[in-house]
């Protein structure tokens, strides 16, 4: 895999008591998301693919340092914007290249028929394409929460709660509002710090305090130990 130059993205779990003393510092020295109503939440829903040795679920949890996911994402069940999404990292740096779909494309590639990849910068997911054609790659489980983000432009930075976490029961739809899912996480959120080479040492030190501690937490990993691992 060639080097990349991405984000770093560092992950904590943390109870709901330390979210409401975090956040009441955070949002004093840090921008509420834009893209969020006005508390900066918003809910997330992403479809997580995995091939039939469920590559990435096993590099994922032994820590392999190159790997690869790819996952379709969307926000509050909407479909004005989908979001086919392929994210690499290698160590503490990740890259991500986003491409916006439209719902009939979302349709097509939940029928295998991915073509339409390759005729605009067909670079870009080749090997997404390759996946789904020659390497049993397909959808594997739904995972939904929600988000609240706030952000810090001048330095490029942006820290993000999330909670209520839960996954499809059998259920691959992002549109399907009613679907059955299970609670993964009930009494912890995960908090996400996602930064440039500089990293604002005041806020550095209210994000790592003693006693929070980094973690791997993965929604794909948590979604596929609530589901069966086919």
Do not use: W
Not at 168 to 195: V, W
Request: proline share 1%.
């Amino acid at each position: 895999m060639e080097e990349i130059k991405g984000r770093h993205e560092l992950k904590y779990y943390i109870s709901c008591f330390d979210y409401i003393s975090l956040k009441s510092k955070i949002r004093h020295i840090m921008e509420v998301d834009r893209n969020g109503n006005g508390n900066g939440d918003y809910k997330i829903i992403s479809l997580y693919f995995d091939d039939i040795y469920n590559s990435a679920y096993c590099e994922k949890i032994s820590g392999t340092d190159n790997r690869t996911k790819y996952r379709i994402r969307i926000y509050n069940f909407s479909d004005s914007v989908i979001k086919l999404e392929k994210k690499t990292r290698k160590g503490d740096l990740t890259q991500k290249v986003s491409r916006v779909i439209s719902r009939d494309e979302y349709e097509e590639i939940m029928k295998g028929r991915v073509s339409f990849l390759l005729e605009e910068r067909p670079h870009e997911f080749i090997d997404f394409y390759e996946g789904i054609k020659n390497r049993t790659l397909k959808p594997k489980v739904l995972v939904r929460y929600n988000r609240e983000a706030y952000c810090l432009r001048a330095a490029n930075l942006r820290i993000t709660f999330d909670g209520n976490l839960s996954t499809g029961n059998n259920n691959l739809d992002l549109f399907d509002r009613n679907g059955s899912f299970t609670r993964s996480m009930s009494d912890l959120m995960i908090l996400e710090i996602k930064y440039d080479g500089f990293f604002p040492s005041h806020i550095k030190s209210i994000v790592q305090s003693e006693g929070r501690f980094r973690s791997s937490a993965s929604k794909y990993v948590i979604g596929r130990k609530y589901n069966y691992l086919y």
